[in-house]
Each structure stands twice: as C-alpha cells, then as structure tokens.
C-alpha cells in the first residue's frame, strides 16, 4: 500500500457517517428501488427520453462554449421525500468547442462523475475537461455529485456524510441523472459518449453505464467492483465514526434481535455470518424488519468545525526510470503534505461533549448516545466491544456489497468500451474478496499505474485523459463509422 495514502488521509480525516445507519423507513424504500434500478429492462422506463433539462447560462469565446445547466433529478419522481431537497436540483456545466472540424461528423462527449470531496466544478473542469477539449477535441458535461457543492445538505460539513444511506442515495441519483443527461446529449448531436469518474466517481459512472440500453465508453478511474472495502479495509475505514454504528446496531433491540438469529445463535461472533446476514437484510427489508414498531431516535451530532487545507503549488517531474520516477512522485507529494498546516479540530460526540485533537496523531474517540438503553447497560468489555466492531463492520460489508457491488447490475451493452485505470499500491480502493472488473465484464480492458491513489490523482492524470481518448475511438470505430 503506498505511504502516501496513508499520511495524506492522516492529515484530512474527516469524519463519515456521523448520525448513523439512517432511517429504518428510508432505508426500507432505498432497498426496494434499488431493486428496480439494477435491471436495466425496467430501469430504462424509469427516465424519459425528453426530461426536462434548463440552460441558465451560456458564455462564447472563440475557442470554447461553456454552458451551465440545470434540471429536477429524476431520481426525486420516486424517492424526493427521502432526499434531502437540497439534492433535488442537479447542477451542470458543459465545456465544448465552437465550432467542430468541418471534416469529421463526430461530436465526441464525456460525463464527468465527481470523486470524494470534489465540489463544484472548477478542479474536473481543469484538470480533465479543458485539455480534453484543448488536445483532443472531445466535450465535457461536469455533473454536481448529491450531497456535494451547490447539492450539499444543510447541516452537512464538507464531505462527510451524515448518513450510511446517503451513499446509496447519492449511487441512485446520479445513476438516473447520468442517464438524463445521455439522452439530451443524443437529442444534441453529440456521439460517441463516455462516462467517467475519479474514484468515488469511478464506481458512479460504473453504475450509470451497467443501466444504459446502449453501447457508451466507460472509463473508471482508481475504483473497483465494489465500494464496500473502501469504508471496511482502505484508510477510509479510519474516517467512519464506528462507535456511534455500533451504538445504533446495538439499541435498536428487535432490529438487533433479527440480525443475531442469523449472525449465530450460539454467540460464537462469526463475521461471515455477520457479513450474509448483511446482505440478507439489503436483499429482504422490509420483510426482515417487519415486526420494528418504533424508531429509534436519530442521534444529532454537532458537526466538527475543521481548517481548510489549499494545495495550491504546481507539481512537475521529468523523465525518469520508473522506480525512481515513482519514488520522486511519492517523496515531493509528502514534501507537499509535510508544508501544509495540521489540521486542529473537535470531534464532536453523541452525549454533546468533545475530543480535541491536531495533527497526524488523531486518536477520535466517540461516547455512547443518550439511549435509555444504553444508560442502563455497564460499560461493555474489550472482548464485547470488539465483538461488537466486527459484526458492525461485517454487517456494512454486506449492506455496502449488496446494494454497490456491480455483479447485482446489468453487465453493460459493450464491454469491449471499456477501460479500467487502476492504482497498483491503492490503499483507499482495496481488490479483495470480491470478483474484479475483469471477471464481471469479459471483453474490457485494465490499465495499471505504479502508483498508489494520491499520487495517481497528482501525476496521472493524463493516463486518464488518454484512456477516455481511446475509449470514444473504439465507440467511433465500431458504431459510427
């Protein structure tokens, strides 16, 4: 794993997931349509053709038109009252040339999914859709992530987000928005199309593509089948605030009660079985909590208040040979990190009170909820508590692996469009216990960088930009010619 992933998410941990699982209720729906969103039969009448989308405004220059857009997800016709309605609104921005080659009928298009913590538009539209378009001729439609930007929930602070649920709040949206935007673009002449995304984004546009009833060029970038080993076993694992999960897990008795029946009824703690019974509950609520009368009440945690860290310096290399290229890469990133200020902050817990803690030693500690059950309980022992951990993790695992693992979509039309970029040293996105990309869709292809995911994002960027290239040339050669 490479050590600069480590340092670098050591410096800006952020806290996830900071009041809990989410509603019992909302999750109940979001599993149930999420159902209808992996077949790609049923999912392609779920968005019209002709949704409405809105230009705000339009600049002109000699060498680019950008235009900012807008539209109503459609994600809000079936799921607005669970969304935050701050979401319901999605943002866009499309970079094109001109004026297009009068020798070429190709008007070649690529949507640009955002990874975590890339808000607004500004960094996807420099660093990837302005030398798209500069070097190669190709648009770029830059789609505001939910919960992200000008889409960000009040009471939500950066890119944390609040809920476990929100993750699958934001795959589903972004899915049926995608989708949206695909077919404006048809109806506006562009093609070939692409979709693509930077981690996060990455497995986003994934999403978006497995549904599509077409051929579209795919092009995740730093992401994998599945997003369950990104919050269970990459350093993102440190960010999730575990204690308040394990709170939750615990109150909620019959929710608990349910779940142990299937974990082990002799109390042996086995996580496989916690891993099955979380996927057990992502494929069969509501029927497995059906009997819940009650709701638990929704912890409120006041949200950390953090120093904002610029990267503001240019990064060059020059040619090297590969190892000490990489060595140099990783060596001036953590040069980079060493110079920034640490990042002091205040950890806030369920009971109100707070932790302080600066730098890279972050030891977060968060304190049992105000649950009458819990007040009445003595504190659990290591053993209990670890026990407690596993399950918790496993049980995430499951719901994250159900609801984000790809093998549950449709394989998308043409695998033969799509290339993969992956990180070889990646400690954020891990490969592990699930089938990869290439196993799910024979006929794709993967690119490996020597690198982990920080410096990938840094120095590689044009490994990306070359894969879209190639990618919307396969879709030109095999479809449009």
Known sequence: MSRVDKVYRSIVLT???????????????IFEFRRHLSDREICKHLISPYHPIHIKKVEKTTDYVLIDGQFTSPFVQYMG??????????????????????????????IHLAGTGDHFFWRRRTLMARPLLKDSGIASIILENPFYGLRKPAGQVRSSLNNVSDIFLMGGCLMMECHALL??????????????????????????????????????????????????????????????????????????????????PAGSGDSDAAFEAGRHFAQNFPSSLGHIESVSRIIQVEEE????????????????????EK????????????????????????LGGSSLTSGLNLNLRFSASKSKITNMKPERSKTEKDKLHSEALQFMKGIMDECT????????????LIISVIAKDDAYVPRGHLPGLPELWPGMEVRYIDTGHVTAFVFRMDHFRKAILDALEKSADKYYS
Not at 190 to 206: C, E, K, N, Q, R
């Open 183 to 264: 077919h404006w673009a048809e109806r506006h002449g562009f093609g070939p199309l692409a979709l693509t995304g930077i981690s996060m984004g990455g497995h986003m546009a994934s999403i978006a593509a497995c549904n599509w009833p077409k051929p579209v060029a795919l092009v995740p970038c730093l992401s994998w089948s599945s997003a369950s080993g990104v919050f269970t076993e990459g350093v993102m694992s440190d960010s999730v605030n575990w204690a308040l999960l394990e709170n939750q897990y615990l109150q909620e008795y019959s929710y608990r009660h349910e779940l142990m029946k299937m974990v082990n």
């Open 305 to 324: 208040k953090e120093g904002k860290i610029k990267v503001g310096e240019k990064l060059e290399t020059q040619e090297k040979p590969v190892v000490e």
């Open 405 to 416: 693992f790809l093998g549950n979509f449709a394989q998308p039309v043409d695998p033969s």
């Open 327 to 350: 060595k140099s890469q990783e060596r001036s990133v953590l040069n980079l990190l060493s110079k920034m200020p640490l990042v002091q902050k205040t950890v806030a817990s369920p």
């Open 81 to 110: 009252d669970v969304l935050p309605l701050e979401c319901h609104t999605a943002h866009f921005q499309l970079l094109a040339p001109a004026s297009w080659p009068k020798a070429s009928k190709l008007t070649p298009l690529c």
């Open 15 to 29: 806290t996830f997931f900071n009041r809990g699982w989410g509603k019992p209720e909302n999750l109940k729906r």
